[in-house]
């Protein structure tokens, strides 16, 4: 018993560092590695990407062609949300849009979009919003249920849409 401290101090100096580095550190120094390979590969892969751009662009600068179509003021939300909705018995309850601002050729509306039908089914039609209508943001979902005389509760979703139009002077 006369080794008993030495045995302690050897336990903490090496074996505590050993199990550290194999039960933490190690694979997080192995995912570290692995990012910085993927790093330098993305570096050189968008190196090579650009050399391409400018080569394709030669001086043009198109850009992407945006969607100046209002869904929300014209109500082509609505247009493009009914099929899908009839699909899963959800039923459009009220539609009410209204500009936010208004500043030089920038628009912003939005609109409280209220619907009533099973909660499966309002999901689905609130993911094909989302999928289907890329230039409107789907800003908040808020669901609530509706008890009424006697009569089985009622789901009802109420989602505030956003569109941000860019409106140019040609």
């Not at 929300?72 to 459009?92: H, K, T």
Request: hydrophobic share 40%; glycine share 8%.
């Amino acid at each position: 018993m006369r080794f008993k401290g030495l045995l302690y101090l050897i336990l903490l100096l090496v074996v505590t560092p050993l199990l550290a580095w194999r039960l933490a550190l190690g694979s997080t120094w192995h995912t570290w590695r692995q990012a910085q390979r993927e790093a330098r590969q993305l570096e050189r892969l968008g190196s090579v990407a650009t050399d391409s751009e400018r080569a394709d662009d030669r001086g043009s600068n198109d850009g992407m062609a945006l969607d100046t179509t209002e869904y929300i003021q014209s109500g082509l939300v609505i247009e493009r949300l009914l099929p899908e909705a009839s699909r899963y018995g959800v039923s459009v309850v009220s539609y009410t849009p209204f500009m936010m601002a208004q500043e030089g050729g920038i628009v912003h509306r939005n609109a409280l979009l209220t619907l009533s039908g099973g909660f499966h089914g309002m999901v689905r039609v609130i993911d094909h919003l989302e999928r289907e209508v890329a230039t409107c943001h789907l800003a908040s979902v808020g669901f609530r249920s509706v008890r009424r005389n006697g009569k089985p509760p009622q789901l009802i979703a109420q989602l505030i849409l956003g569109q941000i139009i860019i409106k140019s002077d040609k």
